[in-house]
């Protein structure tokens, strides 16, 4: 047990961090009142704080890389929502009237082994579709790719 120097309460020591010796410190704050801590030094110095992730960015590239790689593979659904949604921007096929949250929820709930389809492709050989909520369907993987870009096959 160990006494917070901030909150003067007492909390078991995994409540702490340890130094860089593997040593907890004599003064020491709790994880939580750390966390405050630099939350309220961020909130007061939102440039210097940017510079300093931006730093860490640039020092630890493998590490982001491999955290963003974990990422996406965790949340596949969310990704695909986010880059399908991002090339529909890009290319003017998501009108501002479009229902993004009824779009999300399609992603997400896409079950196991199917795609997120646009029933007309939004590029098209004969026309071109909209990324809207009733332009989408759920096909089999080997379904989907099997119709690449044509409509109505």
């Excluded at 079950?111 to 989408?136: F, M, Q, R």
């Amino acid at each position: 047990m160990k006494t917070c120097t901030v909150c003067k309460q007492e909390k078991s020591l995994d409540c702490f961090y340890k130094q860089r010796d593997g040593k907890f410190g004599v003064t020491s704050r709790c994880k939580l009142c750390v966390l405050v801590s630099n939350k309220k030094w961020v909130t007061n110095n939102p440039d210097k704080s940017k510079q300093c992730l931006k730093n860490w960015q640039q020092e630890n590239k493998e590490k982001c890389l491999e955290a963003t790689r974990q990422w996406r593979k965790r949340n596949l659904h969310y990704d695909a929502f986010r880059a399908k949604t991002y090339r529909a921007r890009k290319t003017n096929q998501c009108p501002p009237w479009a229902d993004l949250e009824k779009i999300k929820e399609i992603y997400l709930n896409c079950p196991k082994g199917y795609h997120v389809d646009h029933i007309i492709p939004l590029k098209g050989t004969l026309a071109s579709g909209l990324h809207i909520e009733t332009n989408l369907q759920y096909l089999s993987a080997k379904e989907n790719l099997k119709k690449r870009n044509l409509y109505g096959w």
